[in-house]
């Protein structure tokens, strides 16, 4: 299949780690991977804040990019419920009939990376190898908006020498909400710090998420503990195997 | 269509959302407090709901008759009145809160009466009627054992359901000791003995008070029935015993039937209390000769529901029916309480409420809807499925309208600014560049451990990501050349 | 806008509907059209999109025909630490007699027995209870002196646990609510044939026009950190009789 790699701003510019390790997953599996070069950012966060008319052109550049695209990638829950659940809402405010018709066709082709690996390829074991303890953090767009169900833990669970410990109150939000960490700092530390210690109960070595953000935010949190967990995203586990790990 | 907004007199000039949760979010007892509260009612309620296999199904068929309630809530409050009047009640209608104020104030005084009993009603309190009658010389007591404490502790509640959430035993005690008149000497802080107290307190009161006001959880238009679901009885004194009743009801409260009782009853209890059912539910229709109250006067009341009525996103939050079960899940509300909403409806229904209600320019009512994650879990306990996130984001988009018109807003700019850099390809890449040069030169540590403001708040208690030297698509760029896949296999960099 | 704050409540409710582009009838379900006028037709439009409402819950959680809801309603009673004992019908006199000494031996004073209670029930009472009547109406100070009051009731919920009063005239024996309300102990006889399975029946066998008590256990508050404390203002104790056709009784708290 030829996809289409939606790899979200932020982890373009901070992680670009994460988007290899897609590039690498799916090439593994024997699909051809496209990075068009105009995709720029899904406008979830202008949308999110209540700037919905600045988010638009980020809604007409992601159809532009993608339209054609037999299936379109990314490895962010929140990004893939931005445009699978508010572009057409979008694009109706926005007026915009050919807008809505684009949205229509590419929206329900874009999905995440772990429903898109479990689910619509149906495959589970991505030949990874990664020996270590692993905790996983469902975020809240994976878990309420997306879904996902447990096709994140399916994976990794295929992952082999991976050992994955329970993650205490695993369901609950990790603080971060976007603006909400800048706009109400005291309340989304005061929730990150229960995520940390639940992450510290665990024994895990590493927190993996599907999401970049959440990972942000709470592996943030965890260095300037020094607690010596790593975050990594399930991408980046996924990628490993013996000779790269 | 303008229509004049609501107001809630007794929280004029509340501070904005942010500012009250750093206070909130610092004071252990309170914390404390909350953790153990809502993760307790959290694990109740969720066994009450697994055992009934059409919970999704009751659900979706209160979500239903509630829209079309109020897309025929004209029909339905004219129903309404018509029945109750018919069957001997009185109806009048508020537009605003001190009309709603001085109804109540001029029947009681109709009554011959100085003083109410009162059993738990959000509508009053929004509309601060405690305090007008106050003003006007009227005392009201509040029957409710957490309301009592809160008003003994001259105090404001902090949760729909159990307003006095924010106060452990022991703080209760010391309420009861320094401020109930005839509070037994050595009251222990028992709870069984608290609640003791309160009803030895309150029972003199009971038996002899003229005027009884109250709120009601439903009124159906139908038959002109009230109904008031309560658990201590105190609602059950105050709708039968006092000779005069009054019942002040918001005008979305309406159902069409008597037999939508059998979804709401079944939804109710289970959501807020996590019982089957609640221990005492009143329903009354008008005057039963006999039987209650000789003389019984329902005042509907505006105060707002008509602007929340005209949004089509954000009239969902109309079909609340108060459960509070949003509030015990939100990982917002678990760390501040209530106080820090700044209105009588906190929580998540309340952060879509009250600026509807209210209006969005008020320091409070422009933060409330930012007062979120967005995480979604209020969503999936709500009784009748208000779509709270989709809420939320709808009224900042109107918070943010609101202030377009204003001059200038560094939020605004910045968003701005951000918005047309990250819409071109061209500009996000120079930025990124910029980004990843800033990187190698000054934050060769790895970390970075301040940020300047206005993301110092960050940086308060998280290390932030240093930008790596090369950006995804500059890497892509560089190895593949153009969107394809590369020219030949090759191990990967 | 002027007018009464009737007419502009309705008038902001109408712009408000319009506003959002639901006229008669819009994504409500019914036919569509521009509003008439005259209540009449908005009425019928109302009705008519009502009845179109899709239910599709159940309308009794345990189906009578399959499960023995006379004892789901006694289990889910007693979970409210209520007392509940089935009786045979004719150990009904001598358990409420026996129940009604007990009480006024902790408690002096008269018990409360209402107009319209059968005779039989009260029929083995010990001589030395008295019984008091609510003709003329008690005063609410007599109602606290009481040592307990005796109903019957309307219909029970098997579901919930729950016991319904509609106060009526009539052989139930229920009386007007304060007298349900102010004492300290209530004995409510439920013949097995009242108990619904479910809420749904529970109401379509009652009246609107008449006041309702439901009642799931003794009054209850959960205000002081959650925790569930029983007794407030209503009777702290309620002691229920089922009775039910001849067989052996269980006492099931």
Known sequence: MRIGLFVTCLTDTLFPDTGKAVVTVLERLGHQVDFPAGQTCCGQMHFNTGYRREAVPMARGFVAAFGGYQAVVTPSASCASMVREYFPALAAEAGDPGLARAVAEVAPRTHELSVFLADVLRVTDVGGYFPHRVTYHPSCHSLRMLRVGDAPLRLLRAVRGLDLADLPDAEACCGFGGTFAVKNPDVSAAICADKVAAVRRSGAEVLCAADNSCLMHIGGALARQRSGVAVMHLAEILARTEETR | MTAPGGSMPTYLGMPSFPAAARTAVADSQLRANLTHATRTIRAKRAGAVAELSDWEELRQAAKAIKDHTLAHLDTYLLRLEANVTRAGGHVHWAVGADEANAIVAGLVRAAGANGIVKVKSMATQETGLNEALAADGIGALETDLAELIVQLGHDRPSHILVPAIHRNRAEIREIFRRRMPGAPAGLTDEPAALAAAARAHLRQAFLSAQVGVSGANFAIAETGSLVVVESEGNGRMCVTLPRTLISVVGIEKILPSWRDLEVFLALLPRSSTAERMNPYTSTWTGVTPGDGPEDFHLVLLDNGRTSALADRTGRQALRCIRCSACLNVCPVYERVGGHAYGSPYPGPIGAIISPQLRGVTSPADASLPYASTLCGACYEVCPVAINIPEALVHLRAKVVDAKREKNFSPERAVFSLSGRVLRSPRLLAAAQRAAAASGRLVFRSGRIRRLPPPLAGWTETRDAPVPPPESFRAWWSRTRGGSGPPERAGPRS | ?253
């Open chain 3, 1 to 253: 806008m002027s007018g009464t704050a009737r007419d502009q409540i309705l008038a902001r409710i109408r712009a408000a509907n319009r506003a959002v582009g639901l006229t008669d009838g819009g994504p409500d379900g019914a036919a569509s059209g521009p509003r008439a006028e005259g209540y009449a037709d908005a009425d019928a439009d109302a009705d008519a999109a009502y009845a179109a409402l899709a239910r599709r819950y159940l309308r009794a959680h345990h189906d009578a025909a399959a499960h023995d809801i006379a004892a789901l309603f006694a289990e889910r009673a007693a979970d409210y630490r209520a007392v509940v004992e089935r009786v045979p019908e004719s150990g009904l006199a001598p358990a409420a007699a026996r129940v009604l000494a007990t009480r006024v031996a902790a408690a002096p004073g008269p018990v409360l027995a209402p107009a319209g209670l059968p005779a039989g029930w009260l029929a083995e009472l010990a001589a030395e209870i008295t019984l008091a009547r609510d003709e003329p109406p008690l005063s609410a100070a007599e109602l606290d002196r009481a040592a307990g009051v005796v109903t019957g009731c309307a219909v029970a919920v098997a579901e919930t646990g729950t016991i319904i009063l509609d106060h009526g005239p009539g052989a139930s024996g229920q009386g007007r609510r304060a007298l349900t309300l102010v004492p300290d102990f209530h004995l409510v006889i439920v013949r097995e044939d009242q108990v619904a399975a479910d809420l749904a029946e529970a109401f379509a066998r009652l009246d609107p026009a008449r006041p309702h008590t439901l009642i799931s256990g003794p009054s209850a508050t959960s205000d002081i950190e959650l925790i569930r404390v029983e007794g407030v203002h209503g009777p702290r104790t309620l002691h229920i009789l089922l009775a039910g056709r001849d067989r052996g009784y269980a006492r099931t708290r």
